[in-house]
Antibody, heavy 121, light 110 residues
Framework: EVQLVQSGAEVKKPGESLKISCKGS????????IAWVRQMPGKGLEWMGI????????RYSPSLQGQVTISADKSIRTAYLQWTSLRASDTSMYYC??????????????WGQGTLVTVSS | QSVLTQPPSASGTPGQRVTISCSGR????????VNWYQQLPGTAPKLLIY???QRPSGVPDRFSGSRSGTSASLAISGLQSEDEATYHC???????????FGGGTMLTVV
């Protein structure tokens, strides 16, 4: 079975940069995409973007394009979510999740445990 | 504001049947399959229902899903205390070219 293990909680100041990670293990031999989903305090889930580690094909939510960067290193089965200048509004829980393809009919089958990012001066 | 609309809360007593609704539009639920996720308190979401009404291995058949037009529903029969969780619906949106979620429904077993 696939497991996704995310990096630990972060506390940052506004304007600082940050890169969080999501490492896949287990049966990851089949092709998969890794998505990032955020959950702001007391709110629902929001899809941020997705990457195919095999060739780094990346898609972003139109509402978040330009605010974050998604990348991956397929040699170590790890995907990343990166900010260059954090804002207080980036305070949220961030989940990575695995799906076998982009588009209709493909659910997020496996989820990481979440990384809590707190941005406060 | 979430693209898909869910009631913020629902409740039921042990053994009861409850349903949770999810309303969308033609570009998402009306055209594409609906998935449901269960999020137990303090944990990550878990896939509960996919392709409207399919259950991953290990999910009890007390959970079922359906779709009609641009709305979907999750039904839980024989409600148990361990079903207390937040339930999220999701679907691919052809206009946004991405996945959209509902705001989540917190289910309380009283």
């Amino acid at each position: 079975e696939v497991q996704l293990v995310q990096s630990g909680a972060e506390v940052k100041k506004p304007g600082e940069s940050l890169k969080i990670s999501c490492k896949g293990s287990g049966d990851t031999s089949t092709n998969y995409w890794i998505a990032w989903v955020r959950q702001m305090p007391g709110k629902g889930l929001e899809w941020m973007g997705i990457i195919y580690p095999g060739d780094s094909d990346t898609r972003y939510s139109p509402s978040l394009q330009g605010q974050v960067t998604i990348s991956a290193d397929k040699s170590i089965r790890t995907a990343y979510l990166q900010w260059t200048s954090l804002r207080a509004s980036d305070t949220s829980m961030y989940y990575c999740a695995m799906t076998r393809n982009v588009g209709s009919g493909w659910p997020f089958e496996y989820w990481g445990q979440g990384t809590l990012v707190t941005v406060s001066s | 504001q979430s693209v898909l609309t869910q009631p913020p809360s629902a409740s039921g007593t042990p053994g009861q049947r409850v349903t949770i609704s999810c309303s969308g539009r033609s570009s998402n639920i009306g055209t594409n399959t609906v998935n449901w996720y269960q999020q137990l308190p303090g944990t990550a979401p878990k896939l509960l229902i996919y392709s409207h009404n399919q259950r991953p291995s290990g999910v009890p058949d007390r959970f079922s899903g359906s779709r009609s037009g641009t709305s979907a529903s999750l039904a839980i029969s024989g409600l148990q205390s361990e079903d207390e969780a937040t339930y999220h619906c999701a679907a691919w949106d052809d206009s946004l070219k991405g996945w959209v979620f509902g705001g989540g429904t917190m289910l309380t077993v009283v």
